[in-house]
């Protein structure tokens, strides 16, 4: 079974605005990690966040980690036409041998 | 750098044939994976190696065949193709299974069984 749920499975936005997409899980993880796939593409790596961190930027990204709700945030400010794709979380569970579960993912558009 | 190397990129099968998906990554990973991705059903693993000779089910394990013979490939071999295996197949590695890694993945293999 699916360890992520991402939500919302959809997000229309205009340029400029910000995107805020969430990601729930079910048990104990190391870290909490947020990929992008454009269409037909294969998954590329945007952010990990350890189990022991309660937010982390890179660039236009901010992920916040809560594990006693077992709950991340995904915010993508300032959003461009480039960054509509597909957002999944995976989350690396405790003793999980190293495998990645991943949500379903949020669908983002973002038009000019 | 190459990366994760997915070949090929599709492929048309008919029902009951077997086929062989290849992948290769050149950053001495230790562990690597498959997954698929239906519509509307994210990525479920299939199998994954921890390291040459050692290899495990994933979620979705059935119809499928996995060998690790040495570091840099981890094929899938699917034994006798149904249309339920109609899919996007993704080969990812990792540096290894303990420390805080992120994944890399190859752009995929799109397969249609008829």
């Known amino acids: 079974s699916q360890q992520g749920e991402e939500d919302p499975q959809a997000l229309s936005i205009q340029e400029g605005e910000n995107a805020t997409m969430n990601c729930s899980y079910k048990t104990s993880i190391n870290n909490l990690q947020w990929y992008r796939q454009n269409s037909g593409r294969g998954l590329v790596h945007l952010i990990l966040?350890?189990?022991?961190?309660r937010e982390k930027h890179s660039g236009r990204l901010r992920v916040t980690l809560d594990t006693s709700k077992k709950s991340s945030s995904l915010l993508i400010t300032a959003s461009r036409a480039a960054d509509t794709a597909s957002y999944f979380c995976?989350?690396?569970?405790?003793?999980?041998?190293?495998?990645?579960?991943f949500g379903k993912g949020t669908k983002l558009s973002v038009k000019p | 750098n190459a990366g994760v190397t997915q070949t090929p990129k599709f492929q048309v099968l008919k029902t009951g044939q077997s086929m062989t998906l290849q992948c290769a990554q050149d950053?001495?990973?230790?562990?690597m994976s498959w997954y698929r991705q239906d519509p509307g059903m994210g990525l479920r693993l299939i199998h994954y190696s921890v390291g040459a000779g050692i290899t495990d089910q994933g979620e979705v394990p059935n119809g499928y065949n996995v060998s690790r013979s040495t570091t840099e490939d981890f094929p899938l071999r699917l034994l006798s193709a149904a249309p339920s295996q109609t899919s996007v197949y993704f080969c990812?590695?990792?540096?290894?299974?303990?420390?805080?890694?992120?994944?890399?993945f190859g752009q995929g293999t799109r397969l249609t069984v008829v």
């Open positions: 990812a590695s990792r540096l290894d299974r303990v420390q805080n890694t992120e994944a890399f």
């Open positions: 950053m001495n990973h230790e562990y």
């Open positions: 995976a989350t690396d569970a405790r003793g999980s041998q190293g495998n990645l579960i």
């Open positions: 966040i350890r189990s022991n961190e």
